[in-house]
């Protein structure tokens, strides 16, 4: 079995509609796909509608969170979308994208970079995020490309046109998918061309207070950083999952390129009490 556990649409910040998302993804001969959009469940509805025959779907979100002033992205797979603490949460991170996005075109422009905000929405085509200012400063010659917009130079956690935006404690959050039936997944936490990391040892933190599993297998992690991350799992007892984190156009990832093993899959899926993976 071929499962991704870790793709987005232009629900969020890909450039593949969900539809699209779900025909690559059968294209790309994935027997299980999940689709974990920032933030949302916006793309899900329209993802089951286009399932593929013999595709299977596992709905989920990727959380933007905050340990100890350090940011980071926890995967929430199979929770009940409905239940409301979770849904307000959701809700606050998407009102605060516009005027954080906003925000930060202000301070690139008045660093000399000449992007606009009407520019920025138009790449957006949806949901605006940071991946659409960095293609609006590609597309203004000021980088190379998208990401070298992620760094302390320009839109990169603490850079120099870097905007805050709301968080939820990832504490609060392991408790708040778990208590509606999800299980939750830390994503690429070693990443750290991305800016700050929680520190490995961290980690214990989270797993004692319900964390599920540690996205290995990411392009993220070099091999002995995989290694290392795919050990502390064993010590910790968490899942081991793997994903390519596609975004379409905007990274040049593949579908499938880090897949996660079926025994890992199989214990996640049991873990879930919130919802179930839909075959096509």
């Known amino acids: 079995m071929l499962i991704d556990l870790h793709t987005h649409s232009t629900a969020s910040d890909g450039t593949d509609s969900p539809t699209a998302l779900m025909r690559a993804a059968a294209g790309a001969g994935l027997d299980v796909v999940a689709l974990t959009d920032h933030d949302t469940v916006a793309g899900h509805a329209e993802a089951l509608a286009a399932l593929p025959r013999g595709l299977t779907l596992v709905t989920g979100t990727e959380f933007s969170c905050r340990m100890d002033g350090i940011g980071l992205h926890l995967l929430g797979y199979l929770y009940d979308p409905d239940e409301p603490e979770l849904a307000r949460e959701r809700q606050l991170v998407r009102d605060d994208r516009v005027p954080r996005a906003q925000a930060m075109v202000t301070r690139l422009r008045e660093l000399g970079v000449d992007i ?165």
Do not use: C, N, Q
């Open 116 to 280: 606009t905000w009407e520019r920025v929405r138009e790449l957006a085509r949806g949901v605006v995020g940071r991946p659409h200012i960095a293609a609006a400063m590609v597309e203004a010659g000021v980088i190379g490309s998208v990401s070298d917009a992620f760094t302390p130079e320009w839109i990169g956690d603490d850079g120099r046109a870097h905007v805050g935006k709301h968080e939820l404690d990832v504490f609060t959050a392991i408790r708040l998918i778990k208590a509606a039936g999800g299980v939750s997944v830390f994503a690429h936490p070693a990443a750290a061309h991305r800016g700050a990391v929680v520190p490995l040892p961290a980690i214990a933190e989270l797993a004692a207070a319900g964390l599920d599993g540690i996205e290995v297998d990411h392009m993220d992690h070099d091999p002995a950083t995989r290694a290392a991350l795919r050990a502390l799992a064993g010590d910790l007892r968490l899942l081991p999952t793997g994903s390519s984190d596609y975004h379409g156009e905007r990274k040049t990832i593949r579908l499938g390129e880090h897949t996660t093993a079926p025994e890992v899959y199989e214990e996640l899926v049991e873990r879930a009490s919130g919802g179930a993976p839909v075959t096509g």
